[in-house]
């Protein structure tokens, strides 16, 4: 077991083996992604543990049914559910095709070089605030999810920012790169991860994950 494999393996909610149970105690890394997973999947209960009103079901079951005159919406309902459902399947198809090259190096980091950055320790948040502010400034990047870790880490031939961010649905790795503009959005598919790569004011960032929704929508959400 090594830490790609105990990443990769937890994040899919599975729970520990015993195999990742001997190698957490003696990885400090891994040790740390564990205890935040853990916090992550103890927040997202509470914030589902929301009291149902009571006859909300059978208001909901009326709704439904409805009387004959609410047929014409019903079948209009039916029909957007339908559009959205094949606006879903357009863009997992979108993903197929040529692998982006800067995005391919963002999957290389996460899966080869992500457990050391952590390893290493975050960067001062001032100093983070100041390197950002021209390209993804901190602010913003919050109103999308919860940075836990943010440290300068060598990325091709240059420096870029490595993000561990929190959002409702899973945990993205963000790799903000203020010295390499992107001309045209790229993406890669490898080792089962997702890579967006979009433009931030004068450069570009990464966004890696193991969801294409969840990397489109945080892509989405930060080229916005």
């Given at each position: 077991?090594?830490?790609?494999?105990?990443?990769?393996?937890?994040?899919?909610?599975?729970?520990?083996?015993?195999?990742?149970?001997?190698?957490?105690?003696?990885?400090?890394?891994?040790?740390?992604?564990?205890?935040?997973?853990?916090?992550?999947?103890?927040?997202?209960?509470?914030?589902?543990?929301?009291?149902?009103?009571?006859?909300?079901?059978?208001?909901?079951?009326?709704?439904?049914?409805?009387?004959?005159?609410?047929?014409?919406?019903?079948?209009?309902?039916?029909?957007?559910?339908?559009?959205?459902?094949?606006?879903?399947?357009?863009?997992?198809?979108?993903w197929r095709g040529r692998d982006d090259p800067m995005a391919m190096a963002c999957i290389d980091f996460v899966m080869k070089?992500?457990?050391?950055?952590?390893?290493m320790g975050a960067m001062p948040r001032a100093e983070a605030e100041r390197m950002l502010a021209d390209t993804l400034p901190?602010?913003?990047?919050?109103?999308?999810?919860?940075?836990?870790?943010?440290?300068?880490?060598?990325?091709?031939?240059?420096?870029?920012?490595?993000?561990?961010?929190?959002?409702?649905?899973?945990?993205v790795t963000l790799l903000v790169m203020p010295d390499t503009p992107m001309a045209r959005p790229g993406r890669a598919v490898?080792?089962?991860?997702?890579?967006?790569?979009?433009?931030?004011?004068?450069?570009?960032?990464?966004?890696?994950?193991?969801?294409?929704?969840?990397?489109?929508?945080?892509?989405?959400?930060?080229?916005?």
């Amino acid at each position: 077991m090594n830490c790609l494999d105990y990443r990769r393996v937890l994040l899919t909610g599975s729970g520990e083996s015993g195999e990742m149970l001997r190698h957490r105690p003696g990885c400090v890394a891994c040790s740390e992604l564990q205890r935040e997973h853990l916090a992550f999947e103890a927040d997202l209960r509470r914030a589902l543990e929301v009291p149902v009103a009571d006859g909300l079901s059978e208001r909901l079951a009326a709704a439904v049914r409805g009387p004959a005159t609410a047929r014409p919406d019903r079948r209009r309902f039916l029909a957007a559910a339908a559009v959205a459902a094949g606006a879903i399947g357009i863009g997992l198809y979108a993903w197929r095709g040529r692998d982006d090259p800067m995005a391919m190096a963002c999957i290389d980091f996460v899966m080869k070089d992500e457990a050391k950055s952590i390893m290493m320790g975050a960067m001062p948040r001032a100093e983070a605030e100041r390197m950002l502010a021209d390209t993804l400034p901190l602010a913003r990047i919050e109103r999308v999810g919860r940075i836990m870790h943010i440290a300068p880490c060598p990325l091709g031939e240059g420096t870029a920012y490595h993000v561990i961010l929190m959002v409702p649905q899973d945990k993205v790795t963000l790799l903000v790169m203020p010295d390499t503009p992107m001309a045209r959005p790229g993406r890669a598919v490898q080792h089962g991860m997702y890579a967006s790569v979009v433009a931030a004011g004068r450069g570009s960032v990464g966004v890696v994950g193991a969801s294409a929704a969840v990397v489109d929508s945080v892509a989405g959400a930060l080229r916005a």
